[in-house]
């Protein structure tokens, strides 16, 4: 009986050794697996594209920082060049072909301009449709409180074709106001020098393309006060009635418009950075206000003169 337990003891320990050999061998293994992956992570990680790698080149710590942008596009832009006087002597020709001066529609309205060309394939044609979209559902009508000056910045471009241009969009204005139009809408040609200066004025950049035979542009459309200053800058190809709205009534000097603009214009600011209007959060508060105040004094009033009246009702005296 002694032998078979001592024989037992020893198989037992036997078979102990062997499971702790076994799982020092698989600690060393994972250990070795540990330090190869240590050191081959950092060596991966720190590996460096070749300079001629499609999307990561290497980088220099000397040469001016580029924009990433084709050539095409790193002169195009829009400077805002607000409270700039316009160079209202400058000469262009209209619809018709007549010589004509840019100073000659400034005066009496603000203008809304825009520089386009009428052979644009996509980019002017969204701006001019953006522009008489805004127009159509505008309470203010071209002719009558404001006036649109539409030039063309390719010299190459005909009056016959700005012609064309113009009738396409003043057919799409309500037809109550297409007669106005016709004289507060125009469309404008130009020389290269005319051009030029205009566009510098306005702080208008564009190229173009020999290759592709187009002008890269941005689009935006301004507005100027009747005497030819920039007041306002409105970006892409969509414009927000309101903010048109606001921008012709402040330009015009307040001359045009309602009590409720001038309301509006208290309670939002145009954002140069944004080419939007904004909400003045204390104006607002203070309008707020004011207009709790006045409501407060007006049922104060109405209950001290319905007090005597009632009093008198009940008494049998008369009203």
Partial sequence: MTDLKQLFIKNKTAKLAIRLQSALRSVSISRNLFMLAAFCVPVFAQVVPPPNAPLYG??????????????????????????????????????????????????????????????????????????????????FKIGNEFDVVTVSFDPRETSALAAAKKK????????????????????????????KQLADAVGFRYHFDDATNQFAHASAIMVATPQGKLSHYFYGIEYSTRDLRLALVQSAENKIGSPVDQLLLYCYHYD????????????MIRLGGLLTIVGIAALLLLLRRRGPRQMRLRTGGTV
């Fill in 168 to 195: 396409t969009y003043v057919d799409y204005l309500p037809s109550e106001t297409q007669a106005r139009a016709v004289n507060g809408w125009h469309f404008l040609t130009g020389d290269g020098s005319s051009i």
């Fill in 58 to 139: 290497a980088r220099t710590d000397t040469g001016p920082a580029t924009t990433g942008l084709p050539p095409a596009l790193r002169d195009v832009g829009i400077d805002q060049k607000l409270n700039q006087q316009l160079p209202l002597e400058l000469i262009f020709r209209d619809e018709n072909g007549t010589p004509v001066k840019l100073g000659q529609y400034f005066g009496k309205k603000p203008v809304v301009l825009s520089l386009v060309y009428y052979n644009c394939p996509m980019l002017c044609t969204q701006v001019l449709n953006g522009m008489v979209t805004a127009f159509r559902v505008l309470p």
């Fill in 272 to 283: 140069p950075a944004t080419g939007r209007y904004g909400a003045v959060v204390m104006n």
